[in-house]
């Protein structure tokens, strides 16, 4: 089993940035692939950033253009999602993931840390 839990959410300006952490409990995080995703109240879920279990690769979705970098350290059972150039519509709950069949399943999910950018 593996717990995750993030942190790192927040209010900042539109252009800001952010650090959110997601740390996990169990020592399989390390062999696992991890994403983050994020959600809108009404909308559905939606894929954000996601890395394989080294943090070598990583992928973005398209609306993130280059202003976010999804990275871990397995040395410490920790994952990262540095957003910079916030948008108001960046505003969500974030989320991160992690499971051996990434990206077809993610099994572990933490409880999402709040977002909020001003404009």
């Known amino acids: 089993q593996v717990q995750l839990v993030e942190s790192g959410g927040g209010l900042v300006q539109a252009g800001g940035s952010l650090r959110l952490s997601c740390v996990a409990s169990?020592?399989?995080?390390?062999?696992?692939?991890m994403g983050w995703f994020r959600r809108v109240p009404g909308k559905e879920r939606e894929f954000v950033a996601r890395t394989t279990w080294s943090g070598d690769i990583a992928y973005y979705a398209d609306f993130v253009q280059g202003r976010f970098t999804v990275s871990r350290d397995n040395a410490w059972n920790t994952a990262y999602l540095q957003m910079n150039d916030l948008k108001p519509e960046d505003t969500a709950v974030y989320y991160c993931?992690?499971?051996?069949?990434?990206?077809?399943?993610?099994?572990?999910w933490g409880q999402g840390t709040q977002v909020t950018v001003s404009s």
């Open positions: 993931a992690a499971g051996p069949n990434v990206p077809d399943k993610y099994d572990y």
């Open positions: 169990g020592s399989t995080f390390s062999a696992y692939p």
